[in-house]
């Protein structure tokens, strides 16, 4: 069966550091996987998928299907990214499975 | 565009009380899904509906219905409301189709609590 693990709940950083939000799937067809992010008192939105291979507010994230994993990366994170961020794995081409989410805190 | 709306945005129910949350859309999208959302538990799909008049089951759909009669709205139900469906309940919508089937568009949530 399908399935996506994000195993931090938390993660804290200060700003300028690198930001590494971990999402490992587990799916026996082609996988397509995103990330969906939830800003304080915003609506869950989309901010990339790994088709698009595209850089959105500097996050990039790339598909290993060798070690079935989809890390979300900044080089430098800034106080604005501080949201909850959920991978999410695309499957029988109409529904989404997401993990679990992890908080991302950036301190000034 | 309004995107997703839903109704209401708060409700406090007694076990056993009946009570129904509405999505609407102004996309013409095709597809819509009811989430609950839990701590710790992420987004768990309830029920979806891939076109009007169509409904199916998703990973958690014990104790709630789903109505799909106009393409614009889809109504999530609970007959018998328990405590164990205190969540957050969020209505998500989408094009479909081949290009991208998984970009949804979310509602801003419905906190439900049952006492």
């Known amino acids: 069966a399908q399935r996506v693990t994000q195993p931090e709940k938390l993660l804290s950083v200060f700003k300028g550091a690198p930001v590494e939000l971990k999402c490992n799937y587990s799916y026996s067809g082609s996988p397509e996987l995103f990330w969906y992010v939830q800003y304080s008192r915003q609506r869950l939105q989309l901010l990339l998928r790994h088709i698009s291979r595209e850089s959105i507010k500097g996050f990039t994230a790339d598909l290993n299907k060798g070690e079935t994993s989809f890390h979300l990366k900044k080089p430098f994170a800034q106080e604005e990214d501080s949201a909850m961020y959920y991978c999410a794995l695309g499957y029988n081409t109409d529904k989404l499975i997401f993990g679990t989410g992890t908080r991302l805190q950036v301190f000034p | 565009n309004a995107g997703v709306t839903q109704t209401p945005k708060f409700r406090v129910l007694k076990t056993g009380q009946s009570m129904t949350l509405l999505c609407a859309q102004d996309m013409n999208h095709e597809y819509m899904y009811w989430y609950r959302q839990d701590p710790g538990m992420g987004l768990r799909l309830i029920h979806y509906?891939?076109?009007?008049?169509?409904?199916a089951k998703g990973e958690v759909p014990d104790g709630y219905n789903v109505s799909r009669l106009k393409k614009q709205n889809f109504l999530l139900g609970l007959e018998s409301a328990a405590p164990s469906q205190t969540s957050v309940y969020f209505c998500?919508?989408?094009?479909?189709?081949?290009?991208?089937?998984?970009?949804?568009?979310f509602g801003p949530g419905t906190r439900l609590t049952v006492t």
């Open positions: 998500a919508s989408t094009q479909g189709g081949p290009l991208r089937p998984y970009e949804q568009y």
């Open positions: 509906s891939v076109g009007e008049g169509t409904t």
